[in-house]
Every structure is written in structure tokens, then in C-alpha cells.
């Protein structure tokens, strides 16, 4: 899945911060006991993801797409004292190991894990002044959940979007609907001038949206 060569994501790896041993455990775990494990973050983006909310310093954040939560501990490590994350999945078989995972951290208190089809749990939920929203669920809904929490982040604020690159089919000749439908959101947001963007090419393409 990484866009990068193996050799230069290793030299990435090695010349950034280590990965917390919460962290370690769980990409392990995730590994051995979980199907399509290479769907968790990892070490190289999830400190990425840390260093960004660090930066942002956010009293809320909303994460669409959980997996086993190596990416929600990771933006949790940046929120202030009273701050909160709202994870959402919707594989309720994946909640014991959740709950096991974010009580092995520091952070755990600063979760709020919801089950359920995320776009309905973002209507639900009635925080409206998002600092990050993190979306990483199933790709042909991710313009639907764009457009859906936009309205919910504040200006200023960062909107993450993972696999915006899809192995690298958005720019060459597939055409598939998953990859139709990636290269749809990349153009729309392209084109949004309602906020500011940038794709780094981190594993299978993060894009960075900052709200105007």
C-alpha cells in the first residue's frame, strides 16, 4: 500500500520519533489477530498524525473509521486537558479489542467510541466546532463524509483524508468504482475554494484540508 520504496519508508521510520510501546503492541495484535491488517496507520503516518494534532492543539476532534484505533490514540496524544475524540466504526465485533487497546494508553479517557454507519453517527453527534476531522472508512462514501462534517469544522481547522492516492490508480489508467470514486473527491476538493489542500504522498496518500 505505501506509495514510497521500502527502503526510504524504513529511513523515514528510523529517523523519526520511535513508536510508543502501546503502539508497538497494538500494530502487532492488529497484525496477528485482525483481517486486512494493513489498513492500521502505522508507525510513519501515525506519527504524522500525532505531530498535526500536537500542532493544532485540539479541544475536539472527529475520527470516521476506528479499525483497532492506532490512528485515534495517535491524534488523541495532542489534545488539550478537557479535550475529546469521537471515533466511529462500524464493526461492532472489533469493540472488546478496542476497549482493550485505548485502556493500555494515557488517553483513554479522552475517547468516545461510537458503532454504528457513520453517516448517521455524524448527524447524531452535536459538537459543531471540530478542530480535526480524520476520515478513513470505506472509500466510495468519503465525498458524502466530506461534505457531511464540513459544516461541523471550525474555520481554521484540518481535514485529514487517507488513501487519497489508492496505490497509486488515481492517476493512471484504472477504472475501477473505488478508484472513480477517490479520483471524484480529489477533484471536488481540488476545486473547493473554500479551503486550502495538499497531498503528501505518506504510505497510500494523506490529503491535508484546512478550512478557511
Excluded at 9 to 15: M, N
Excluded at 23 to 43: A, C, D, F, W
Excluded at 169 to 177: H, I
Aim: charged content about 30%; aromatic content about 6%.
Amino acid at each position: 500500500m505505501e506509495i514510497l520504496p521500502h527502503d526510504l519508508q524504513l529511513y523515514l521510520e528510523d529517523h523519526c520519533d520511535p513508536e510508543p510501546a502501546a503502539l508497538q503492541k497494538i500494530n502487532r495484535e492488529t497484525y496477528l489477530k485482525v483481517l486486512r491488517p494493513h489498513m492500521l496507520s502505522g508507525h510513519y503516518q501515525g506519527r504524522l498524525l500525532s505531530m498535526l494534532s500536537k500542532m493544532m492543539q485540539p479541544k475536539r476532534i472527529l475520527e470516521i473509521g476506528t479499525f483497532t484505533g492506532y490512528a485515534t490514540i495517535c491524534l488523541a496524544e495532542g489534545l488539550t486537558e478537557d479535550g475529546i475524540i469521537h471515533t466511529i466504526e462500524v464493526n461492532r465485533e472489533l469493540e472488546e479489542m478496542l476497549v482493550q487497546h485505548f485502556k493500555s494508553t494515557d488517553v483513554d479517557k479522552k475517547i468516545k467510541l461510537h458503532f454504528g454507519q457513520a453517516a448517521e453517527i455524524i448527524v447524531e453527534i452535536q459538537e459543531n466546532n471540530f478542530d480535526i476531522v480524520f476520515i478513513d472508512a470505506d472509500k466510495k462514501n468519503n465525498l458524502h463524509y466530506f461534505q457531511l462534517i464540513f459544516d461541523k469544522v471550525k474555520s481554521g481547522g484540518l481535514i485529514i483524508i487517507d488513501n487519497v492516492l489508492w496505490k497509486g490508480k488515481v492517476y493512471g489508467n484504472e477504472d475501477d468504482a473505488d478508484t472513480r470514486s477517490i479520483r471524484e473527491l480529489n477533484d471536488v476538493i481540488a476545486n473547493d475554494t473554500r479551503v486550502e489542500k495538499l497531498i503528501l504522498p505518506v504510505r497510500d496518500g494523506i490529503m491535508l484540508i484546512r478550512k478557511k
